[in-house]
Every structure is written in structure tokens, then in C-alpha cells.
């Protein structure tokens, strides 16, 4: 199935894959919806046995945003061994501040994806 084809649904079956890269890619693509199983999923991602699927179900839930998402997040930053969220600390807290607050993202100071957008292009 190509990156292209992958439709919300297709994207939640294949981040349960027993592949790494395809767990990985459907983490990335499931940025472009919302909604609570795809948080649900994403969220489930973060404790994923490959770092590359971790990082990219963070950078999705980075992209998606929104306190629902924050606190899936938090823990990850907490820890010792977060998947690369070290440069976007300050950016789930500001988006969190921003959802919470009813703020967009020009109170924000940057496109809330200006950080993320480099790491889902992987």
C-alpha cells in the first residue's frame, strides 16, 4: 500500500502492523485527522517498541495539538528518554496554553508546526 492510498481508516489498521516502518508511516499520516480513536492510537504509538514509531506518533500529536493531546505528551517529556521532543517543549506548552485559552496560532509567535513539520517529512 503506498503513502498516498492510506485513507484514517487504512492509517488505524496499519499502526497496529507487525512492521516498524509501517506502524512508523501510518503514525505520520494520522496527523492529517483529530479526532478521539486517532488520538486514542497515536497516544498508544508513544509506548511503541521502535523509537522512530514513538517519535513519529509525538510529532503527530504535536500536529494534531489541543489538551487532549498535551497530556498524552507530558510523560514523555518527563522522561528520560523522550522521542526527540527536547526542541518542542516549549511548543506543547504553548499550545496548550493557546487551545486553552481559545488563542490561534498567530498568539503563538510561530506556526504551531514550524518544529514538527521537519520530522513527519522523514
Known amino acids: ?7 484514517r481508516d487504512g492509517a488505524l489498521r496499519e499502526i497496529l502492523s507487525t512492521e ?12 492529517r485527522w483529530a479526532d478521539a480513536d486517532v488520538v486514542r492510537a497515536l497516544a498508544a504509538a508513544l ?4 523509537l522512530d514509531v514513538c517519535d513519529a506518533a509525538a510529532s503527530s500529536l504535536l500536529m494534531i495539538g489541543g ?10 517529556i518527563r522522561s528520560d528518554h523522550p522521542p526527540a521532543l527536547d ?6 506548552s504553548v499550545v496548550a496554553r493557546g487551545k486553552r ?15 514538527s513539520d521537519r520530522r513527519v517529512a522523514r
Open 20 to 31: 516498524a516502518s509501517r506502524r512508523g508511516r501510518a503514525a505520520r499520516l494520522l496527523a
Open 101 to 115: 485559552d481559545g488563542a490561534g496560532p498567530s498568539a503563538w509567535g510561530h506556526p504551531p508546526s514550524s518544529v
Open 1 to 7: 500500500m503506498s503513502t498516498g492510498t492510506l485513507d
Open 47 to 50: 509506548a511503541d517498541v521502535d
Open 67 to 76: 489538551v487532549d493531546t498535551v497530556g498524552f505528551l507530558l510523560p514523555l
Open 87 to 92: 526542541a518542542e517543549v516549549t511548543e506543547v
